[in-house]
């Protein structure tokens, strides 16, 4: 079973939507070009038509039907777009006849059951539309790209040739035979199919990878810049076709576009391919070759879909109340937290409309559902609360953990981090302010490990004005019999930085509220205290009440770096500043020198830890982190060095990692046991992933707090699964000049606020613990010579095969990390993710002969 197929199969599992479900959008349409247009080609992404957060199985492929102004159906291709199994991600595309210079027309684009008698292939290629000549590689004579760019016949996405351009531990180009007329002002589509095999790996040090640079000379000082406001995502590693397009900015409503503004009246267009040898590759092993074929680059029209009228006969008494994943793109705001980009809100769509709310969950794990408020006036007061403050099932209860309120990114009051509004008890009021605005309520439920399994119900009221019923929503909550898991042995957290927030009860009772298995302690950790002799020693006393108090939150691993940091930037951590030698500054010997004076005396503290280690087996695992980013070059966080093993040579099986990045990584590979990829990570890949393990060496991230999308969810998730890394740390907890904003303390209350990543990074471990227990219990079933539990666990294996297949732990070159085929919010299936964690809990119970709760 190919790759492909194997996705195709877990996708119709995960596809359980009724197919058929009705959308229809309104499309205005502006010839912005400046120029009379003819059998002019519109090319649409489908989820930008229909909007975010598409229930899985809820479009139909064959289902789109496209009417021009005067009401009749126009012919339409559908372009496939990889993974094949999300048409949201597809592309629509039709063809306008005629437009004149500014005019708008105004298109209705319907997905329904009925299959449509219009769908039809349109090519794009030949188009006279098409800027690039013999975009297909099909005329004949060489291709329009100038060497060392070629025709290659026994390759192609369709026809009978592609363009190949091949390097080995070099660099080479290839530029489009002419300039290319653009309008400045206006908007172009750029599209091609790309397949690679063993092209070297970009991201940062890496310096690989093949690139589409389209480009132009800035008429003030010559300089090459780029032609749009957008960019081409590059490629490497070894992909199948899949296809490229221009990544623009979002719309008012918050859309994504896949076209650019053309900033330039020019463009010149130049292929590069970019292939030093990396060392994970073998000899014999080093060329990296690229394939394009049906390039196409198309001026666009200016294309303004009306979710605004979708959704007015929907908005009541002012408002309209939908539900959506956390993950979903919500907005971004440009404030002194966050000084780049620009604002934009996320609004709703018609098919996210609030009617029902449901859910499963395990013993053990916190649930949380999403109100969200789309308001066109002020509304004082509103309250959100679950009726009688719990969910029943008979007699047993379920009282609401939490009540969150996020003040979104529009309208006045706008704010990223989310008020408590109640806790147990009663739920306060706010004032939705301005005349329009995105609001989102949260409400978590946490289920005790002991809970009585079953269908716990009850309402969620929506009050305006304190005790005016607006709605009231059914809620059920179905608590499953199997447990949730505490993984002892994959360690998930992020960098807990210094005081803020703080690193206390509070702050641990916020932070474990994500469900982490382990956090990473930048900032003082152990304690100290004099020996007979007065020197200093790591007080175990207090280690010992540390890990307790670490162990009582349910973490099962903790990450030291400053206690243990031999590096010089910050003149080494608390441990080395206590034990070395009262001269190791002076003189102007080099840190390694000086590292050495102190070797003895530090490793003693080190073997007095792991004696205690032995003697408290309860302990959470303690990783040592004993360097930052050491470069090459120098710099202040030094160079990698052999003191990088004095840990190890203390206690060979211990867990130690660095923060590392790809060009000093085979260097210190063989002194930490498992490192952190980093700085950021976009440089590792699988290629990346089997050169440390023949080292023998698990490994992990450090990866981004960035609260975008499904970034958070991915990285505690899907991350650890498709690439089997044991560790993860994501960098920080609350640094906003690094757009790292999970939680921090609000002085003006007291308390300690969590922006919406934290819900997704809780959303992300429990697909962690969902894929730790599925493995858990196939490994079990694998014992058994049942014939029905076989063919269960047969089914499972089939099931992850496919997704991995997928997602396979390649990425874009982005911080934070993306998958490389995109995210599920760049496919329009935001609820991809809670379809997976149940699917792999239904193979779960499945295995386990335990009745799942529908």
Known sequence: MTALARWMVASAALACAAVGAD??????????????????????????????????????????????????????????????????????????????????????????????????DLDLVNSPHNLIADGGLEAAGPCQFGDPARKDAKVSRSGSASLVLAAEKTNVSAKYAKPIPLHKGS???????????????????????????????????????????????????????LKLTLEGEATEWGMDRYVALAEHAEATLELQLRQPKHYYMEEGQTQGSWWLDDLVLIEQPEVNVRFDLALQPLVKDGAFLFTRPPHTYLGNLKDKERPGGHDWCSYPYPHEKLTVLDKFALKGQRATFCIGVYHTREIADVVVRVAGRALSAGQAKLPVELVEYLPGFAAEGRGRYMTVLGEGGDVQPVTLAGEKGVRYFFLTFHVPPDAKAGK?????????????????????????????????????????????????DEGLKVYTRSGFTCLTRFGGFLGYEKDAAGNWQVDLAKLNERMAWLKGFGLSGVCVFSDFDLGPRWNGGE??????????????????????????????????????????????????????????????????????????????????????????????????????????????????????????????????????????????????????????HAWHLSRPEQMAQNIALDKASGRILRTVSMLNWAAGMDDLKAHCLLRAVMAEAGKSSDAAKRAALKAAEDYLAGVLAIFNGDHKPTWPNEPYLGTTTDWGCEGFYDQWQEQMLRHAAALMGVAWLE
């Open 23 to 120: 959308y229809e959008a309104r499309v205005d349409i502006k010839n912005v070009s400046g120029e009379a247009k003819r059998d002019w080609p519109a090319i649409l992404r489908v989820y930008t038509v229909l909007g975010r957060n598409l229930p899985p199985g809820s479009v139909n492929p064959d289902g789109f039907h496209v009417y021009d102004p005067a009401g009749q159906e126009l012919p339409h291709a559908i372009v496939r777009v990889p993974p094949d199994s999300q048409p949201g991600n597809d592309e629509l595309v039709f063809v306008i006849p005629k437009m004149a210079p500014d005019e708008v027309l105004s298109y209705r684009i319907t997905n329904t059951a009925a299959k449509s008698a219009r769908r039809t």
């Open 187 to 241: 908007w172009y589509y750029f599209g091609a199919w790309s397949k690679t095999r063993n092209v070297a790996r970009f991201g940062y040090q890496a310096r690989g990878g093949g690139y589409v640079q389209p480009t132009a000379r800035d008429a003030k000082d010559n300089k090459t810049v780029p032609a749009f406001r957008g960019q081409v995502t590059p490629q490497c590693s070894t992909r199948d076709w």
């Open 456 to 504: 716990y119900t009850g309402q969620v009221e929506v009050l305006f004005g304190k005790d005016k019923l607006h709605q009231s929503v059914p809620v059920t909550l179905r608590v499953q019999d199997i447990v949730q898991p505490a993984p002892k042995d994959t360690f998930v957290g992020i960098i807990f930085q210094g005081g803020d927030p703080p690193f206390n």
């Open 575 to 728: 441990l080395l500043k206590r034990t070395r030698p009262k001269d190791f500054n002076d003189g102007k010997r080099l840190w390694g020198e000086r590292l050495k004076t102190a070797e003895a005396a530090w490793k003693a503290q080190i073997q007095r830890i792991e004696d205690a280690r032995k003697q408290h087996p309860e302990w959470p695992t303690l990783i040592y982190m004993t360097f930052d980013e050491p470069n090459l070059g120098g710099g202040v966080n030094g160079t990698p060095e052999p003191a990088m093993g004095w840990l190890n040579e203390v206690a060979p099986e211990a867990l130690t990692t660095l923060d590392v990045q790809f060009d000093p990584l085979p260097v210190c590979a063989k002194w930490y046991t498992m490192p952190a990829f980093d700085d950021p990570a976009d440089w590792a890949g699988p290629e990346v992933y089997s050169w440390v393990r023949k080292q023998g060496r698990r490994f992990g991230f450090c990866g981004s707090a960035r609260e975008e999308g499904d970034s958070a969810r991915y990285q505690a998730g899907m991350l650890i699964v498709a690439t089997g890394a044991s560790y993860f």
